[in-house]
């Protein structure tokens, strides 16, 4: 049987959200017997993992910062509004 190779950016690549990936997981996974992993590739997928996985987090939280409203904002509005000015 021939030995398959995946390059270290295609398995980081599995990271991101698509459902082409998952399908590509699943056709891996039935030749999984016959994946070559040499330690170079997963030391460098470890290595490249922790910073992609920094980057999607950091994506993830400047969109959750987008679309948040500035809380603090929005109470010294709402204590201008009701007169409260004590704890602002």
């Known amino acids: 049987m021939p030995k398959?190779?995946?390059d270290t950016s295609r398995l980081i690549g599995f990271y991101e959200a698509a459902e082409i990936n998952a399908v590509q997981i699943e056709e891996l996974e039935?030749?999984?017997?016959?994946?070559?992993?040499?330690?170079?590739t997963i030391t460098e997928f470890r290595r490249n993992r922790v910073n992609?996985?920094?980057r999607l987090r950091n994506e993830f939280q400047k969109e959750i910062n987008?679309?948040?409203?500035?809380?603090?904002?929005?109470?010294?509005?709402?204590?201008?509004i009701s007169g409260i000015d004590e704890y602002v």
């Open 66 to 80: 987008a679309t948040r409203p500035k809380t603090v904002a929005i109470i010294q509005r709402l204590n201008r």
């Open 30 to 40: 039935k030749y999984k017997t016959s994946l070559v992993l040499p330690d170079q």
């Open 4 to 6: 398959i190779y995946v």
């Open 52 to 54: 992609k996985l920094t």
